[in-house]
């Protein structure tokens, strides 16, 4: 067995792997760029070595210098993780070629399932069903638009060197094509440096199945059943699962011959992954699943293969890379129960899903579950590398329990004021069509803006942040102006406002204050929401005790609902306003009468005009 590990690569993957070295009594060596000084697996690794500038051209990219590093201290294999250079085989020679032990399979197997259309010939070969289309060397364009006719719309243009859901373009109709091989060529070339591409049938309602499997120096190869990453956005995993709904014994049995014999033709060694495309239009059949490519090296999503299995699969790379035997024969696996994994990043689904960075200054995952991640509470989403925060995986004895038991952990996420897609996986867990098992690839973009929308704070939310809020000592900036005393004004209304601009009245009769504070942060299904009450309405009352409606922010009135001179009760819409691109509804803090009315439809208002007074009824 090894008795040293130098991981070359970093965040939740390095920490995984490194937990693992140092259960099996290994010593394990990190390496970080300058972002990552600070980093959780520079801090868990037993030794650390700084590699570069933040880039990872620069650090987790630059191979000779991992391999001098290696050399240095004293490392004897080197682990390289997912992404970085676990797919470079040039690189896996040289580190074999320095006499270190490559923690991967050999480097002529990652060379032939490196390029997708060589991949594709040599599956068919091997007798493997691959996906319809042109996988030729011909790369003239008037020659590829006949082939696309002959496959038959819609199909696939992919870049034979692409990854990570890149280099793909959808064509609907011929007329698409020539456009659409322009520009995939363009990101390809730009993106992998290659800009050779083949041509795919689109599949028609597409769930994405995969099969782990795993094989030794000394010939055996094994498979640790199915995943289903269906779930994608973008061609992007998002939630994996693990085995696939809907699966029969005969499907099941058939897709995973097929992906040991994908492993067997290219000798493999160490933990792989067999990527198929099914059409499940008429549910899983084993004659409507298709080879997509295979991924050398441990997948993102392992830890649901983990879970079902009860395998420690990096161990199982650690013993492989050491020599031995898997440690497990086919008849002795089994799958138990049902595993969920969902990713959780630093990106804003409510503006386009852009990455959000920053200092994580509150974090709260998960401790009912199993997390995987590489940060923590303080540390950094920097701008230098994948804005993953952490893996989130739910095991339980059905899929409904694995459902919810990973929705109960989402509910306990916190992170702040990093933005995360935590609501938007909850969301997904309580859709419809995901929790029948009816997945396809295409679910997340139908019903995309659905899936965003934060779902509404809860009453109790709302009260426990009032009361908070209120509570605020004597010096804070706008107590002096509360204007009323806990428990003291049967009709005190607390006016909060959260970082969306959204305005909610809390009544306050019933509070009792614990500590006061400034803001409150308050986290529901993963939405998370800052609340503070509201300064506008607070130079006059904060609390609107004294029933004057002011407008929390500049807008527009869209409807008015009462008129002067009107009786109206508690809880009653005096009007609608539009502001930030949201609706906020104003409503009567009291039972009273409309006092004063200067809101009129259609105009605008500034910010603490004076839309409506009423008047206590009493
Ligand atoms: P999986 O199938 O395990 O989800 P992907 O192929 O999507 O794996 O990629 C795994 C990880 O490797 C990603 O999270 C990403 O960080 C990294 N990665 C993969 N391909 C690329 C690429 N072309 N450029 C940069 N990073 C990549
Ligand atoms: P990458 O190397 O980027 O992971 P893949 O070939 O694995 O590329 O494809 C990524 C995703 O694109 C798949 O998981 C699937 O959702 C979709 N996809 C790929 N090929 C097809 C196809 N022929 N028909 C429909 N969807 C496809
Ligand atoms: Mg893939």
């Not at 995309?448 to 704070?457: K, R, S, T, W």
């Not at 009709?491 to 500590?515: K, S, T």
């Amino acid at each position: 067995m090894i008795e040293s590990l130098l991981i070359a690569n970093r965040g939740e993957i390095a920490c995984r792997i490194i937990r693992t070295a140092r259960a099996m009594g290994i010593r394990t060596i990190a390496v970080y760029s300058d972002a990552d000084a600070n980093a959780l697996h520079v801090r868990m690794a037993d030794d650390a070595v700084h590699i570069g500038a933040s880039a990872a051209r620069e650090s987790y990219l630059v191979g000779e210098k991992i391999i001098d590093i290696a050399r240095v201290t004293g490392a004897e294999a080197i682990h390289p993780g997912y992404g970085f250079l676990s797919e470079n085989a040039e690189f896996a020679q040289r580190v074999i070629n320095a006499g270190l032990v490559w923690v991967g399979p050999n480097p002529a197997s990652i060379t032939a399932m490196g390029l997708k259309d060589a991949a594709k010939q040599l599956m068919q070969q091997a007798g493997v069903p691959v996906t319809p289309g042109y996988m030729g060397s011909n790369q003239d364009p008037g020659f590829l638009a006949i082939q696309a006719d002959g496959i038959g719309y819609p199909v696939l243009i992919k870049a034979v060197a692409g990854g990570g859901g890149k280099g793909m373009r959808l064509v609907e109709r011929p007329e698409d094509f020539a456009d659409a091989l322009a520009s995939c060529r363009r990101e390809a070339a730009a993106s992998f440096g290659n800009d050779h591409v083949l041509i795919e049938k689109y599949i028609q309602r597409p769930r994405h199945i995969e099969v782990q499997v795993f094989g030794d120096s000394h010939g055996q190869i094994v498979h640790l059943f199915e995943r289903d990453c269906s779930l994608q956005r973008r061609h992007q995993k998002v939630i994996e699962e693990a085995p696939a709904p809907g699966m029969n014994a005969a499907t099941r049995e058939a897709l995973c011959a097929a992906a040991v014999r994908a492993a067997e033709a290219v000798d493999y060694v160490g933990a792989g992954t067999i990527e198929f495309i099914a059409d499940a239009s008429e549910g899983l059949r084993a004659d409507r699943i298709w080879f997509m490519e295979m991924n050398t090296r441990l997948q993102v999503e392992h830890p649901v293969t983990e879970a079902i299995t009860g395998v420690d699969l990096v161990e199982w790379q650690l013993r492989v890379a050491s020599g031995e035997r898997l440690p497990l024969t086919q008849a002795q696996l089994g799958i138990n129960g049902w595993a969920m994994e969902a990713r959780l990043y630093a990106e804003d689904p409510e503006r386009g899903f852009l990455p959000s960075i920053g200092k994580l200054e509150h974090l709260v995952l998960p401790d009912s579950l199993r997390v995987d991640t590489g940060v923590e509470q303080g540390g950094e989403v920097s701008p230098f590398y994948d804005p993953m925060i952490a893996k989130l995986i739910a095991h339980g004895s059905t899929r409904d329990e694995a459902i919810a038991r990973l929705e109960a952990g989402i509910d306990d996420t916190e992170v702040w004021p990093v933005r995360t897609n935590a609501g938007f996986l909850g969301n997904l867990l309580r859709h419809p069509e995901f929790l029948s098992g009816d997945v396809d690839t295409g679910l997340i973009g139908r019903d995309g803006d659905e899936l965003v929308h934060p779902i509404e704070a809860e009453v109790e939310e709302l009260t426990e942040v009032a009361a908070l809020l209120a509570a605020s000592p004597g010096e804070g900036p706008w107590s002096g102006a509360l204007g009323f005393r806990l428990n003291a004004a049967p009709h005190a209304v607390a006016r909060l406002r959260d970082d969306a601009g959204a305005v909610y009245e809390v009544p306050l009769d019933e509070v009792n204050a614990a500590e006061p504070a400034r803001d409150v942060l308050a986290f529901t299904g993963g939405f998370a929401r800052r609340y503070t009450l509201d300064r506008h309405e607070g130079a006059h009352g904060g609390v609107a005790g004294d029933g004057t409606i002011l407008s929390p922010m500049p807008g527009r009135i869209i409807a008015v609902d009462v008129a002067a001179g009107q009786t109206v009760t508690k809880g009653q819409k005096l009007l609608t306003l539009e502001a930030m691109k949201m609706e906020h509804t104003l409503t009567a803090p009291f039972d009273g009468v409309v006092a004063e009315l200067n809101a009129v439809a259609g105009a605008q208002v500034q910010v603490e005009a004076l839309l409506v007074r009423i008047e206590d009824a009493a």
